[in-house]
């Protein structure tokens, strides 16, 4: 079982930055693959990135890419989403999500934060 936490969101203007925590309990965090979605209002829950277990990454979505960056520390069991360039498109919900060994897809989720992008 894992539970995920994340922190890091609020209010930014367009063209700034923000950074993204995710803090996970549980055994095995290193085994496990991290990712960050988001959901807009009215819109569907979208991939942002993911990250291997040993910290390669994963992907980027195309939206995002060149302008987040995901990482993890593994002694600290947290996952981090870097964010820059911030525009008013990258405002939703964010969401951290953790992959078990043995699953498919993403099985534990987190909360969600709340990121606005003011133009």
């Known amino acids: 079982q894992v539970q995920l936490v994340e922190s890091g969101g609020g209010l930014v203007q367009a063209g700034g930055s923000l950074r993204l925590s995710c803090a996970a309990s549980g055994r095995s965090f290193s085994s496990y693959r991290m990712g960050w979605f988001r959901q807009a209002p009215g819109k569907e829950r979208e991939f942002v990135a993911s990250?291997?277990?040993?910290?390669?990454?994963?992907g980027y979505a195309g939206s995002v890419k060149g302008r987040f960056t995901i990482s993890r520390d593994n002694n600290k069991n947290t996952v981090y989403l870097q964010m820059n360039s911030l525009q008013p498109t990258d405002t939703a919900v964010y969401y951290c999500?953790?992959?078990?060994?043995?699953?498919?897809?993403?099985?534990?989720w987190g909360q969600g934060t709340q990121v606005t992008v003011a133009s």
């Open positions: 990250v291997t277990g040993s910290g390669g990454i994963g």
């Open positions: 999500a953790a992959r078990s060994p043995t699953a498919n897809n993403y099985n534990y």
